[in-house]
């Protein structure tokens, strides 16, 4: 595989001293980028975490993450793999013209079903796209050669193409034609509409019937030695938390993914279609068999837990190998100096890591702030040591908020003033008293109905906060309990002791521990 561009020659032998370096850290300009569309290494560097695993394997098709956990880096490796028996296409739907999906809701049916159909058609049109243009085995056998014809004329007469744009498969020009290609007798479901000119804007009334025989004919043209996958990314463009169709088009996609899944499964084809969302969002989503939807089709992308195996040290690893052509194993160590200890006897990746959320996004933010450092000193020896590591807190703190507030402000309005209220602690670890106390003392910036209590849970939810707990976390030691760290915690009403998030020290202006 090619090397990346920035990538030096291997350097030999270092010189004489204590450490011995291969690489060389004024030849690269930084560890990658923190966004998975502008990040050179995220393809050579790829991390086959388990949630990628899964989806590949249709295991499960729902992946949650933080933003910056990976799920873009996961969608991007799916829709640009080029195997001969894998076809993936992959939907962002930056630009797609919402007014016009919206306008095939189906009246009459919980609000959360009310773009399931919608959904199924438009993902059905989508592997109709697939079979028709790239997959070179069709038609594999008889039956799947007649069931592809069936598609094929349903697909040419209603949009004039083997190869329609999805982003229009609802714009009111379109005009279907049911009678014929699929075999569907319109008759059955309503005298009054034309089979041979069905306008797409009438498509709601016979939508269900229109998705089982277009689903029947796909399924037996998908390929059974062949892995499919159609992926949906970016859903939280345009997010708005009190807007209840984007609530119910999320909803609609996850069930409408859901049974055809299921159907593909239930007919031995290897076809998932997977979606990607943010943790908060589906979060505060509400449906019935959401539970059910959670335990068995859901996997969340998490680094440096206790059940997981990857960790961002080997993530960053594969980078340093990838720039400076060396061995994965150890090559944290040929950039850092682990013979320093941090203050509190902590390793360097230790003090970093615990100034993450735990993604990928905030290490390489924090690695490429101490290369700045580094660069910028002019006494600095051949590894990244404390200095640097200290140096770049003050600018990684400032890039923590900013992310914290691309996720925090349309769930928590009030979150700036919140900040605010954490400003005036004297340290990272606070007691509750001492927070009702500068809530008193700033009543100007507390949300009229709002108790401080109140106010904690809503930062614990965004882990800005985390509370202690005895026997902390359920891992048989007391602790401080976090969001970010386990997915599942409840915030604990009858908390005393809470700490403001270590990475957020420097840009709030709190010293590390209070006098007391």
Same mark, same amino acid.
């Given at each position: 595989?090619?090397k990346h @561009?920035?990538?030096?020659? =291997?350097l030999?032998?270092a010189a004489?001293g204590?450490?011995?370096?291969s690489v060389?850290l004024?030849?690269?300009?930084d560890f990658g980028g923190?966004?998975a569309d ?6 050579e ?6 949630s990628?695993?899964?989806a590949? $394997?249709?295991k499960?098709f ?7 956990a ?6 991007r ?9 894998v076809f ?5 739907f930056?630009d797609y013209?919402?007014?016009f999906h919206d306008?095939q809701?189906v009246a009459?049916?919980?609000a959360e *079903?009310? !773009? @399931?159909?919608?959904?199924? #058609?438009?993902i059905?049109i ?8 790239w997959?070179?085995?069709q038609p594999w056998n008889?039956?799947?050669?007649? /069931?592809l014809a069936?598609?094929e004329?349903f697909v040419?007469?209603?949009y004039g193409?083997r190869d329609?744009?999805?982003t229009?498969?609802f714009a009111p020009s +379109?005009t279907?034609k049911?009678?014929g290609?699929l075999?569907f007798?319109i ?8 089979a041979?000119?069905?306008?797409? *804007? ?9 998705? +089982?025989t277009?689903?029947? &004919? ?7 030695d062949n892995n #499919?996958?159609?992926? !949906? ?6 997010f708005d938390?009190?807007d ?12 409408? /993914?859901?049974d055809?899944n299921? $159907?593909?499964?239930d007919?031995?084809r290897k076809?998932s279609?997977?979606?990607?969302l943010?943790?908060d969002? #589906?979060?505060?989503?509400?449906f019935?068999?959401k539970?059910k939807?959670?335990?068995n089709?859901m996997s969340r992308i998490?680094?440096d837990?206790r059940e997981g195996?990857h960790?961002?040290?080997s ?12 061995s $994965?194993e150890?090559?944290?160590?040929l950039?850092f100096d682990?013979?320093?200890e941090?203050?509190?006897?902590q390793?360097?990746y230790q003090?970093?890591?615990d100034?993450? !959320?735990?993604r990928p996004?905030d290490m ?6 101490t290369?700045?450092a580094y ?7 051949n590894?990244?040591?404390n200095?640097?590591?200290? /140096?770049?807190?003050?600018?990684y703190?400032?890039?923590?908020l900013?992310e914290?507030?691309?996720?925090i402000f ?5 979150y700036e003033k #919140?900040m605010e209220?954490?400003k005036?602690?004297d &340290?990272?670890?606070?007691e509750?008293?001492a927070f009702e106390?500068?809530?008193e003392q700033r009543s ?5 109905? =709002?108790g401080?209590?109140?106010?904690l849970?809503?930062l ?5 906060v985390?509370?202690y707990q005895a ?11 976090w +969001?970010?760290?386990n997915?599942?915690a409840?915030?604990n009403?009858?908390?005393?002791? !809470?700490?403001v998030?270590?990475?957020f020290?420097e840009?709030?202006?709190? +010293?590390m521990?209070?006098?007391?």
């Amino acid at each position: 595989m090619r090397k990346h @561009v920035r990538r030096t020659e =291997k350097l030999g032998e270092a010189a004489e001293g204590e450490h011995m370096s291969s690489v060389n850290l004024a030849t690269i300009a930084d560890f990658g980028g923190i966004d998975a569309d502008a990040d050179a290494l995220l393809d050579e560097c790829f991390e086959a975490h388990e949630s990628y695993v899964d989806a590949v $394997e249709h295991k499960r098709f729902l992946v949650l993450g933080r933003k910056g956990a990976g799920k873009t880096a996961i969608f991007r490796k799916l829709v640009r793999s080029r195997e001969d028996s894998v076809f993936s296409i992959g939907h962002t739907f930056d630009d797609y013209p919402w007014h016009f999906h919206d306008r095939q809701a189906v009246a009459g049916v919980p609000a959360e *079903e009310r !773009f @399931v159909h919608s959904w199924k #058609y438009l993902i059905l049109i989508t592997l109709s796209k697939v079979l028709l243009n790239w997959d070179s085995s069709q038609p594999w056998n008889q039956t799947a050669l007649e /069931a592809l014809a069936k598609v094929e004329r349903f697909v040419v007469d209603s949009y004039g193409s083997r190869d329609p744009d999805v982003t229009q498969v609802f714009a009111p020009s +379109k005009t279907l034609k049911l009678k014929g290609g699929l075999g569907f007798n319109i008759a059955g479901v309503s005298a009054n509409l034309d089979a041979e000119r069905l306008p797409v *804007e009438h498509l709601p009334l016979v939508i269900q019937e229109v998705n +089982k025989t277009l689903l029947n &004919a796909i399924c037996a043209t998908l390929n059974p030695d062949n892995n #499919y996958y159609v992926c !949906f990314d970016q859903l939280d463009l345009r997010f708005d938390p009190d807007d209840p169709n984007y609530r119910d088009r999320l909803v609609g996609l996850l069930l409408a /993914a859901r049974d055809i899944n299921k $159907e593909a499964r239930d007919a031995g084809r290897k076809m998932s279609c997977l979606v990607f969302l943010r943790d908060d969002i #589906y979060q505060g989503l509400k449906f019935e068999d959401k539970n059910k939807l959670t335990e068995n089709h859901m996997s969340r992308i998490e680094w440096d837990t206790r059940e997981g195996s990857h960790t961002l040290k080997s993530l960053m690893e594969k980078r340093i190998a990838s720039l400076f052509d060396v061995s $994965e194993e150890g090559a944290w160590e040929l950039v850092f100096d682990e013979t320093q200890e941090m203050r509190g006897r902590q390793s360097k990746y230790q003090h970093m890591v615990d100034r993450t !959320f735990l993604r990928p996004r905030d290490m390489i933010k924090y690695c490429n702030e101490t290369l700045l450092a580094y660069k910028g000193r002019s006494d600095a020896g051949n590894l990244i040591d404390n200095k640097d590591v200290a /140096a770049a807190r003050q600018s990684y703190s400032e890039y923590l908020l900013s992310e914290l507030e691309d996720e925090i402000f349309k769930h928590v309005p009030d979150y700036e003033k #919140y900040m605010e209220l954490l400003k005036t602690l004297d &340290a990272l670890d606070f007691e509750l008293e001492a927070f009702e106390a500068v809530c008193e003392q700033r009543s100007n910036m507390v949300p009229e109905g =709002k108790g401080a209590l109140a106010i904690l849970r809503e930062l614990f939810e965004f882990s800005v906060v985390g509370f202690y707990q005895a026997g902390g976390q359920g891992y048989g030691g007391s602790g401080y309990v976090w +969001k970010y760290q386990n997915s599942r915690a409840r915030f604990n009403e009858a908390a005393t002791r !809470f700490k403001v998030h270590p990475g957020f020290r420097e840009v709030l202006g709190l +010293k590390m521990w209070s006098k007391t």
